[in-house]
């Protein structure tokens, strides 16, 4: 919260942790050790708030064919079980909003997963900054996070408009618009017009491409859809956008060939 100029702890809603065994390949002993003793450590309180969990790193069932060893494979039985003890939910997913964990407009949570961020600040309207894997459990066990990011209003407003031009005719051309929108957007956050549909899966899509590209976006709008954007003026608080963008098939023909270096042929 220092670091970040938050001037307040506010409670939140919902957390998204991450609460994974340690890999041994690449780290020393005492690392290792160290951070088992920290997860047990965690371990030891109670959850303050619903609590989900990101992806595993060594599961029971194919701990062999993932790389991990023995030892990893025996601390994830270890793990599950104190983990349940203290209320987290084994979800083991990147997409919590798909089991069970989705908040809704305007309460504040504390996720990891960045493409999980950008679908609950956008697609169901809450308010998350982007954590790892110490400030989400530290809000797991506090119920409480720093306010900063894309939990104030003035943080959510979008800079970036692009006017989508051409008929997005399947899940992978919105993961190319959200792959487009990261490359040009330079941290703004982009609101979209011209779509006048968004299914969830698309919306997951964009969600999961926006914030991997060029550019660390935790979130967007489309003008007219998404909770925050009931129009293009409301997206964009009423001030104009600093940069606006066109997204026709042109566009979307270049951003294909940008996310792939296989040549025609292979």
């Known amino acids: ?41 965690v371990c030891s309180h109670r959850v303050k708030c619903l609590t989900t969990t990101q992806v595993a790193s060594a599961g029971s069932n194919y701990w062999r064919e993932s790389g991990a060893s023995q030892e990893e494979a025996s601390f994830e039985v270890e793990l599950r079980e104190l983990a349940r003890r203290a209320g987290f939910l084994l979800t083991r997913t990147c997409t919590p909003y798909l089991v069970g964990n989705a908040p809704l407009k305007g309460e504040i949570c504390a996720w990891t997963e960045s493409s999980a961020v950008v679908y609950a600040n956008s697609v169901l309207g809450a308010r998350t900054t982007r954590h790892g894997m110490e400030s989400s459990l530290a809000a797991a066990l506090l119920g409480l996070t720093p306010e900063f990011g894309e939990l104030l209003d003035e943080n959510r407003r979008a800079e970036l408009q692009i006017d989508v031009a051409v008929d997005l005719a399947s899940p992978a051309d919105y993961g190319a618009l959200g792959f487009y929108a990261s490359a040009v957007a330079e941290s703004r956050i982009p609101v979209f017009t011209g779509i006048e549909h968004l299914s969830a899966e698309e919306a997951k899509q964009i969600s999961a491409s926006l914030p991997y590209a060029e550019s660390a976006i935790s979130m967007f709008h489309v003008a007219g859809i998404t909770p925050e954007a009931p129009d293009l003026d409301t997206a964009c608080g009423r001030r104009p956008p600093q940069l606006r963008k066109r997204f026709a098939a042109s566009e979307l023909r270049e951003t294909y060939q940008a996310m792939t270096n296989l040549s025609k042929g292979d």
């Open 1 to 41: 919260g220092e670091a970040m100029g938050a001037e307040w702890l506010v409670p939140v809603r919902s957390v998204h942790a991450i609460l994974r065994t340690p890999s041994s390949r690449g780290c020393s002993r005492r690392t290792v050790d160290e951070y088992i003793a920290e997860l047990r450590q």
